[in-house]
């Protein structure tokens, strides 16, 4: 059972939008960097946009500055070798978060991925959301894309900066203790396990340079009350479904959610339903495009239970959706890496920020409601209930699919 987030007043939130916002501002933050640089994230592309993070962790570790980095093993297979060299001579410290091995995702705890997007510098400045590190135009399933991803992250200063912190140290100390024992290092394990302790910095303000010509969003808020929301396999494996279903249960005017893999389980859809029952407008804006079966097929059966009782679904036409945010009465917000799906609520680490100040969270739902306005294609019952009956086969060989898989890991969804 997870610990109640506590919400702390006192942190600086800026949203930015796409690689194009977040990686200039990362890359600001490591070239002032004067001690520690942590990064997990699920994808590391060195290529295109993405290439400036990695010659920024180079020139950090380069002039002292301790440089960590954590990629996943699915995301992030291996690093391309003149980046393995480079790293390594500079002293980036880098690590991949459970490689897959002969078997790969045949064994199923393997299916438990580091999916968090996450970076902390000198325990001063964060960065919380969806981006991965690949250009904005990039995408591992669909190739090249003719306009930039939609998606979100956001650069945090605060108290829960330390937050940030901690867990990523305790990942990382906790990997360093199994890669000894792997080699039989025992002793070297055990002084792995002590460092990986909690370890608080203290937390300051940290005001970055503006970023001119980005695609980002003048989203800021000051003195905000937020908490950092955690989902791991131990103590915290319900948090971030926790809070979306009291946020939902509490709705009164408005739920708006934008998510790439929107396939919630049976606690999500009922809040949802509940909320329009009860006079709540609730919206979705999710991704239109065709990525891979499963997700896509899977999630039809889904969307049309939920256009049944009312609920508004729009799918983002220009480019692919990758967002992770959601907005409930213009008062409550939460920007992050979890996808409302088996996947990030059951299997994978994930991270978002949630803040209950008003002036963001309404700012954010205006975003969201030009995007659905003007981006948006709306999903029609009549359209959905009239394709055709293989398109509507493959949506139950995929739900059966996904249900199995569950069965196997031992979930119920």
Known sequence: MGLKPTMRPGHRLRLLEGGAALFPAMVQAMDRAQRL??????????????????EALERAALR????RLVVDGVGTPALPPQWVARFNQAGVQWRIYQPLGRLGLLIPSRWRRLHRKLCVVDGLIGFCGGINLIDDRDDIVL?????????????????LVADMLDTMEQLWWRLQALRAARQREFRAAWHALLEGLPYIEPWAWWEPDAQPGSREQ??????????LLLRDNVRHR??????????IGEAREEVVIAN????????LRRALILAVQRGVRVRLLLQGKYERFLQYHTARPVHLRLLREGVEIHEYAPSALHAKVAVVDG??????STNLDPLSL???????????????????????????????RRLCLEQLQARPWHQRWRDRIAFAVMRTVLFLTGHRY
Do not use: C
């Open 37 to 54: 640089i942590h990064l997990e994230t699920y994808i590391f592309e060195f290529a295109h946009d993405a290439l400036q993070v990695a």
């Open 64 to 67: 002292g500055v301790t440089v």
């Open 143 to 159: 190739g090249r894309l003719e306009a930039p991803r939609l998606d979100f992250s956001l650069q945090v200063s605060g108290p």
């Open 218 to 227: 003048a989203l800021h808020a000051h003195q905000a009350d937020a908490a």
């Open 238 to 247: 319900h948090d971030i479904e926790k809070a979306y279903l009291k946020a």
């Open 260 to 267: 790439a893999y929107f396939i919630p389980g049976r606690r």
């Open 331 to 336: 008062r409550w917000a939460t920007v992050g």
């Open 346 to 376: 059951l299997l994978a680490r994930e991270a978002n920020v949630v803040t209950t100040d008003a002036g963001f969270a309404r700012q954010l739902r205006d975003h969201l409601d030009r995007l659905m306005r003007e981006q948006g």
